[in-house]
């Protein structure tokens, strides 16, 4: 019952902060000099772009997260909020494979980090440091864990 209520904030953060960066991002349709640079799924999807129905609704994202990052942070977070959530409701009686899967989020988000670090964006910077600190949680989740195992071994081994 705990983790419901947790599930629940998570989700209702998680679909406001959507429909928010949607709706920021809309601006990219007024502003056809980014179209160039911030409308990576529509070029995938239509080739070029030649008007303003040619938009995909998913490159709004990626201009809300471009300029005005605020929302697509809380999305970020909020996902990953709902990862560690499942993992940990799924895996607290495993603790290697929370350290395992704990790691592999950690270089995945770290990753992502440097990926975009070198974006000249105030989003890029920003999502750099959310990706870095993710990451950096990811390691120190990995670590607890660690320390709950050698404490479990340290507790049978002196019995």
Request: net charge positive; aromatic share 16%.
């Amino acid at each position: 019952m705990k983790y419901i209520v947790q599930y629940l904030v998570a989700l209702m953060v998680l679909v406001i902060s959507t429909f928010a960066a949607w709706y920021e991002g809309s601006a990219i349709r007024e502003n056809f000099f980014e179209w160039k640079y911030s409308a990576f799924f529509s070029k995938w999807f239509n080739g070029e772009i030649r008007s303003v129905a040619d938009i995909s609704q998913l490159d709004h994202f990626i201009y809300a997260a471009k300029f005005t990052p605020v929302f697509p942070v809380l999305m970020v977070c909020s996902v990953s909020y709902l990862i560690i959530l499942g993992l940990y409701t799924l895996f607290r009686k495993n603790s290697k494979a929370m350290i395992i899967l704990s790691l592999v989020l950690a270089t995945l988000y770290v990753f992502l980090g440097i990926l975009i670090s070198k974006s000249p964006t105030i989003g890029g910077s920003v999502f750099t440091i959310v990706f870095t600190v993710i990451g950096a949680l990811h390691l120190i989740l990995s670590l607890l864990f660690f320390i709950k195992i050698c404490k479990e071994k340290e507790i049978v081994e002196s019995f």
